[in-house]
């Protein structure tokens, strides 16, 4: 059974720091692609960051320079740095595993709240 278990979500002011975690249970993980999305009310669903098996990343233009995501394959976690936050970037921010089409899975997600 697959699991992404996401953690380190919370209220936090702006300028402030986070870093989420997910840990991957079930899967091969180094083999996966795994990407952080996120999704604010009333609006959909977004790629935030990802980061191949091979460890190549790439980041939305909104988050680029402020976020950082990283992998420990030991620990079977990526991560993902959120620096600078902003009150645009409350959302709940989901995990993502993905190596092929069939195989795709998703966490259920930990809230980001930005504010003062």
């Known amino acids: 059974q697959v699991q992404l278990a996401e953690s380190g979500g919370g209220l936090v002011q702006p300028g402030g720091s986070l870093r989420l975690s997910c840990t991957a249970s079930g899967i091969r993980f180094s083999f996966y692609t795994m990407a952080w999305y996120r999704q604010a009310p009333g609006k959909q669903r977004e790629l935030v960051a990802i980061?191949?098996?091979?460890?190549?990343?790439n980041y939305a233009d909104s988050v680029k320079g402020r976020f950082t995501i990283s992998r420990d394959n030991a620990k079977n976690t990526v991560y993902l740095q959120m620096n600078s936050l902003k009150s645009e970037d409350t959302a709940d921010y989901y995990c993502n595993a993905r190596l092929t089409i069939d195989m795709n899975y998703w966490g259920k997600g930990t809230l980001v709240t930005v504010s003062s």
């Open positions: 980061i191949t098996h091979g460890g190549n990343t």
